[in-house]
């Protein structure tokens, strides 16, 4: 057994896999499958942005004064001064700033679909306009007080994911739901696994040897992180890229959930996706429609 467990450790150690960090074989070649998608991967590369249909960002009142109130409040809880904050009367100037400029830290155009927020460049400090540069939602949350390296790591990876179209963690709740409903076969305990921070227990898994079952026991511990990026669906992943004839639809590709493009709630635009003349073409989108019965 010694000279396979060496071939082994060599083989994923080519890989930067501690095979000795995991708890089976599956999850080591699930590791490797990473290093493999993520190999191009360089952490200086300015990744471009994607071409978007999104409409341009509009810099509403009523949304500029729920952000100024939403900065106070953050800065009071702080106990940083507000004297000379950001007030709902700059709302001109931030919406020319908002729509000629571009987020600061990744560089991506704001759109409806990328909305603008304001990011203090010293933690420390207010929310004054000396302090704040222009930046969208997504890289405002992951800066937050963690060190720039962590952050740029974090926003590059989104980035580079979105380009070469990797699987990503679905964060949306309701197109979370939306397809855990159409999941059919495979063990429960890997294709409908749902676990929310701060929400959700730690699980374990005990089998009855006398009735061949397995139940699921909630312990009393609560999970406070989730530290890792699972694919959605284990299974799929593995068989998608051989040709399957049974399914016509999708030209004999198996195709698993990567990351969420978007949710359309207006039947206009959603039948404009449906009926696209490139519905079965290469530029095709990849949809699930929800039909709703009077």
């Not at 083989?11 to 089976?24: E, G, I, K």
């Not at 990744?47 to 409409?55: A, F, G, I, R």
């Not at 061949?212 to 312990?219: D, F, G």
């Not at 990351?259 to 359309?264: F, K, M, Q, R, Y």
């Amino acid at each position: 057994m010694i000279q396979p467990l060496d071939y082994f450790i060599n083989w994923f150690y080519q890989y930067n896999v501690d095979m000795l960090s995991f708890m089976s074989l599956a999850a080591n070649a699930n590791a490797i499958k990473y290093a493999i998608a993520y190999k191009d991967f360089d952490l200086n590369v300015n990744y471009t942005q994607q071409t978007t249909q999104s409409k341009p960002v509009i810099l509403f009142q009523s949304y500029w004064n729920f952000k100024v109130i939403r900065y106070n409040i953050q800065d009071k809880q702080k106990h940083r001064k507000t004297n000379n904050n950001v007030t709902i009367n700059d709302y001109e100037y931030y919406k020319n700033l908002f729509e000629t400029s571009q987020c600061a830290i990744c560089g991506d155009k704001f759109t409806m679909d990328n909305k603008p927020t304001l990011d203090r460049i010293d933690n420390k400090l207010p929310h004054t306009k000396t302090n704040c540069q222009p930046c969208c939602i997504y890289c405002n949350r992951y800066k937050s007080d963690r060190d720039e390296k962590v952050t740029r790591l974090f926003i590059q990876l989104r980035k580079y994911c979105n380009i070469n179209h990797l699987p990503q963690t679905i964060v949306n709740d309701e197109v979370f739901q939306l397809i855990r409903r159409n999941i059919i076969g495979g063990l429960s305990n890997v294709m409908h696994r749902y676990n929310r921070a701060n929400i959700d227990t730690i699980k374990r898994y005990y089998y009855n040897e006398t009735n061949k079952t397995v139940t699921v026991i909630n312990t009393n511990h609560t999970i406070t992180h989730i530290c890792c990026i699972d694919f959605n669906s284990l299974y799929p992943s593995c068989f998608s890229s051989q040709y399957h004839p049974f399914n016509k639809y999708t030209n004999g590709i198996m195709y698993m959930c990567g990351s969420v493009a978007g949710v359309i709630n207006d039947p206009i635009k959603a039948s404009k996706i449906i009926h696209s003349a490139d519905r079965f073409t290469d530029r095709g989108q990849i949809f699930i429609a929800q039909l709703k019965g009077h």
